[in-house]
């Protein structure tokens, strides 16, 4: 997408700065993005859905343009953040969702809570469920360059989003804010209790999409998630890793067309 059509919302929630990307035009249909553990990658795919849909990319406090939120300390602290948000933007129905890995999970909580908001609802690879027959590696045992690997099927798909300079300071503080921010909601409960217990309660219209080759959030899980959901459809995508949006072409106009 291009710097000329992007709009940036920038907003006080209780004292966290928080910032929001729209494209798309303001009268169409909202169409929410809930980003991943990492925003260095961008999310260039969202173009194509500003075709029908106003897009609304809110960071999550502590990446990207947003604030710290301070004493975060539980995905439940990040559902009241964007009950708050999106009461600000105005957002209180017919809303379609869409949250991928760290993003994904917090959709399905926030979901949850707050599902008289939306209308249908994505899950890209979502994390957080712990599934005995399908092991999962901890995610803060990795290497960072184990990390970005496994992102992709292909690597040249972020290749270029990483600097040349491999000492680059202002990427790594920003990967280390990141970080740290993840383990704050983590490192403790790398499993989320809610979703196998809750979930259940959320019966609008959703599909669990997954990358066929992703190598950090196992595919197999896909099932399981639909499992838990009173009206899922499960897709899978050949050749596409974790970040299946940005690998997969057709995944991206299959939301787009499962919100159609």
Known sequence: MSAETIERIELDVNGTTSVVLALGDPLSPPLVYFHGAGTFHGAEFASAWAEDFRVLMPFH????????????????????????????????????????????????????????????????????????????DDLFTLKPEEVVGRLVHRFDTIAKHLPADPH?????????????????????????????????????????IWGDEDRLVPPALAPHWGALLPDATVKTFPDAGHLVLDESPEAVTTIAEFFS
Not at 96 to 103: A, F, Q, R, T
Not at 176 to 186: D, G, S
């Open 61 to 136: 406090p502590g990446y990207g343009e947003s604030g710290d939120y301070d004493d975060l300390q539980s995905v439940h602290d990040l559902v009241l953040h964007y009950t708050e948000l999106f009461d600000q933007l105005g957002l209180v129905r017919d809303v379609n969702l869409v949250g991928l890995s760290l993003g994904g999970l917090l959709a399905a909580r926030f979901a949850i809570e707050q599902q008289h908001r939306l209308r249908r609802l994505v899950l890209c690879c979502p994390a957080g469920l712990k599934v005995p027959e399908v092991p999962i």
């Open 168 to 208: 680059d300071v202002d990427f790594t503080v920003d990967r280390y804010r990141e970080t740290r921010t993840t383990a704050l909601l983590f490192w403790e409960h790398p499993f989320d209790r809610v979703i196998p217990r809750w979930l259940g309660r959320v019966n609008i219209p959703t599909m669990v």
